[in-house]
């Protein structure tokens, strides 16, 4: 039995090396066979690439050839773009003629004789009438609304710099007179308190206001400290005095102005970004030597930041045309590496087409000089946060010598000091505590606070808002009332993040009619639908949380240049400034893809309907991606046939993925090609009702459309 037992053991082990044998073999075999396969994969892998590349050489050497034509084409479409500017051109100076031929007594701002006759008449009228002064307020706010949209709006091919100069100083001579007058009708006010005298406590207490201003007033007549509250009914404005001034005699105004001639002039005249028409000839010149001097230019940059002195500076911040022509900060030298010299000579290739526009903003350049920071955090940085909601001047005031009633005179002493300020705390004694003043405003409904508001204080000595001196601040929501307390009197605004809408979380620009259409921005915490018709917009729909707000200023047809100051003073800013980068993480792109996009969409805006895409994030900063579909019919936006396409400014694609792919990816759409244009790329797919209506659309309605996309930025900013 042992003997056959280690027999068995012995086939066994035969049997093992022979099945290990085998098993080798298979698995050599196996090993070969899969070697082959990746070789015969990698074989077609890389046929299938060298096709693809074939097929690529093929489309880019098709869209080479035809791309002069092309450009021509879109070039005789951007002939509307300078009518545009004509027509603008012609248009100023027809208002101007017009407002010649009314003789309706009202000065023109922008003539300094004019202007400096009506200031000096209006100084030397010693009527202090409050509800006379409110109204001539209403024509000098007229006026220098009329000289801020003229800085804003005037290219600077036609504005010179001592214009400029001048229409900033008539604003600022005219907001100080306003001032001077709203001063006197207080001081008026304050000799006659007897006409507004409280039956209830003895003190006088007045609100008078139009849509401009606010004036509350309260006059301390019977200096009784339980008497030292008071809410002004009309207004719901209201204060809680320290004991001390409560026995004073006392006058305490809160004057709010809905606007704010407080802060500085640049922060209303922020430029937006335009197009200047410069002479073709000089600028294909201009390139030329930047392109052929990179390292020169690359040297200088790095030597002596290019920042604009103060007086190439216009009031905005924006060069004028003078600075533009020496310094070379344009779009023909964005950014001085290898790539863009590259890019320049792409310019000029379209230099040599004619016109050019040239676009003149932050935009295209980078800040050699970041700004210091500010190191004192009391200071508000005001290009982050903004004034929303006009100014509130909050001033304890002496109160004057009082009308006497003999028998049937008036009689008041005569004092020449003017309105004159009660000082608080007192001056001498500097050491001891003095309790604050409490201060409750209502706030506005004409604007929305979507955030509790920063409450500041002017300071006159660093021209500067700041936020120390203010404490105990409570922000009611649901009341929208706002209650702190201040250790002095101050001039009070309330500030919100100019940046709280951005980035945006979608948009979508759709023809309605012919030479109409509809812009909308969707941001966190409000939708807005702005109306494009003609020359003009209209602001149709402010909504958040569902509830339309806003009411005030929907409904009315007016320039994109009103449309931006109106929203921005509603604090709805969907309008990035020169330095928004900075404090919104935004999705950068090339400057040459962003402008020539906004661009090629106006020109096709009145046939194609455009929106945000997710891809537009991973497409990289060279190129931007959004979908398209053809649009004629206003109601036809049941499930939009939209499609991807991808554009960096020279070569425009339509995308095969759609918005719901898996991932990101540049594959062109089956048996579609490379253009140099967004049109012809658009073409290929279009019908000929739509091409026909890009053609005939008015040259006001695509400049208006294009204002918007550059404005609004949504490309970037989304």
């Avoid at 066994?12 to 066979?33: G, I, M, T, W």
């Avoid at 710099?161 to 001579?173: A, C, G, K, N, P």
């Avoid at 909308?520 to 702005?530: L, N």
């Amino acid at each position: 039995a042992n003997i056959k037992s280690s027999g068995k053991k012995k086939v066994s082990k035969a049997e093992q090396l022979r099945l290990q044998k085998e098993e080798e073999e298979r698995r050599l075999k196996e090993e070969e066979e899969a070697q082959f396969q990746a070789q015969q994969e990698e074989a077609a892998r890389l046929e299938k690439e060298r096709i693809e590349q074939e097929q690529m050489e093929k489309l880019e050497a098709k869209d080479q050839e035809r791309r002069e034509s092309e450009l021509a084409e879109l070039h005789s479409l951007e002939q509307k773009f300078l009518s545009a500017q004509q027509w603008k051109t012609d248009y100023r100076a027809y208002a101007k003629w017009e407002h010649y031929l009314s003789c309706d007594g009202s000065p023109d701002p922008t003539v300094l004789q004019e202007i400096n006759t009506f200031m000096s008449l209006w100084r030397e009228d010693q009527n202090e009438d409050i509800q006379l002064v409110m109204e001539k307020g209403e024509q000098v706010l007229n006026l220098i609304e009329k000289l801020q949209f003229h800085l804003l709006d005037t290219p600077s091919n036609e504005i010179t710099e001592e214009e400029t100069v001048q229409y900033q100083e008539s604003i600022l001579e005219l907001q100080n007179l306003l001032h001077q007058k709203y001063n006197g009708a207080t001081e008026h006010l304050l000799k006659v308190t007897n006409i507004y005298e409280d039956s209830e406590t003895g003190n006088m207490q007045a609100v008078i206001k139009d849509k401009n201003v606010t004036f509350c007033i309260w006059a301390n007549l019977k200096k009784k400290v339980r008497f030292k509250n008071h809410v002004f009914c009309d207004a719901q404005h209201g204060f809680d005095l320290p004991k001390s001034l409560a026995v004073s005699s006392v006058a305490l105004r809160i004057l709010h102005t809905h606007y704010d001639h407080v802060s500085p002039l640049w922060l209303h005249s922020q430029s937006v970004p335009k197009l200047e028409v410069l002479d073709s000839k000089e600028l294909t010149q201009h390139s030329k030597d930047n392109v052929e001097e990179p390292e020169e230019e690359e040297k200088k940059a790095r030597e002596e930041p290019n920042v604009p002195t103060e007086e190439e500076m216009c009031s905005d911040g924006r060069k004028s045309a003078i600075s533009f022509k020496e310094n070379s900060n344009s779009i023909a030298d964005i950014n001085e590496t290898e790539e863009e010299i590259e890019k320049k000579s792409e310019i000029l290739d379209i230099l040599s087409q004619g016109i050019w526009l040239v676009f003149m903003c932050g935009i295209t350049k980078e800040e050699t000089n970041e700004k210091e920071a500010i190191a004192d955090e009391n200071i508000v940085d005001l290009q982050q946060f903004v004034p929303v909601g006009g100014v509130y001047h909050i001033d304890a005031l002496q109160l004057p010598p009082q009308v006497k009633q003999i028998k049937d005179w008036s009689m008041v002493e005569l004092l020449d000091v003017g309105l004159e300020a009660y000082p608080y705390p007192p001056e001498e004694a500097e050491d001891a505590t003095h309790p604050p003043i409490q201060i409750t405003l209502r706030l506005s409904d004409n604007v929305i606070y979507f955030e509790d508001p920063v409450v500041a204080r002017w300071d006159p000595a660093g021209q500067q808002w700041r936020t120390d001196g203010i404490s105990n601040i409570t922000y009611e929501t649901q009341e929208k009332s706002i209650t702190f307390e201040m250790g002095a009197f101050y001039t009070i605004a309330l500030l919100q993040d100019a940046h709280l809408n951005m980035p945006y979380q979608a948009w979508e620009l759709r023809p309605t009619g012919m030479d109409e259409a509809l812009l909308t921005v969707t941001t966190v915490f409000v939708t807005i639908q702005i109306q494009i018709k003609g020359n003009q917009c209209m602001l149709s729909s402010v909504v958040v949380e569902e509830k339309d707000v806003l009411s005030h200023v929907t409904g009315k047809w007016i320039s994109p240049l009103d449309l931006r100051a109106v929203l921005k003073k509603a604090g709805v800013n969907i309008f990035p400034g020169e330095h928004s980068h900075k404090y919104v993480s935004l999705n950068k792109k090339a400057p040459l893809a962003e402008v020539r996009a906004y661009q090629q969409m106006a020109l096709v805006a009145s046939a194609f309907a455009f929106a945000w895409s997710k891809w537009n994030l991973e497409a990289g900063q060279e190129q931007v991606v959004f979908k398209v579909s053809e649009h004629l019919k206003a109601d036809s936006d049941k499930d939009k046939d939209w499609c991807l396409y991808m554009f960096n400014g020279r070569k425009a694609q339509k995308l095969k993925i759609t918005e719901t792919s898996e991932a990101f990816s540049e594959e062109l759409e089956e048996d579609s090609e490379f253009h140099s244009t967004l049109y012809h790329m658009l073409k290929d797919f279009a019908s000929k009702e739509a091409i026909d209506k890009v053609e005939t659309a008015s040259f006001l309605f695509i400049d208006v459309v294009y204002q918007l996309l550059l404005s609004t930025r949504v490309l970037t900013y989304s």
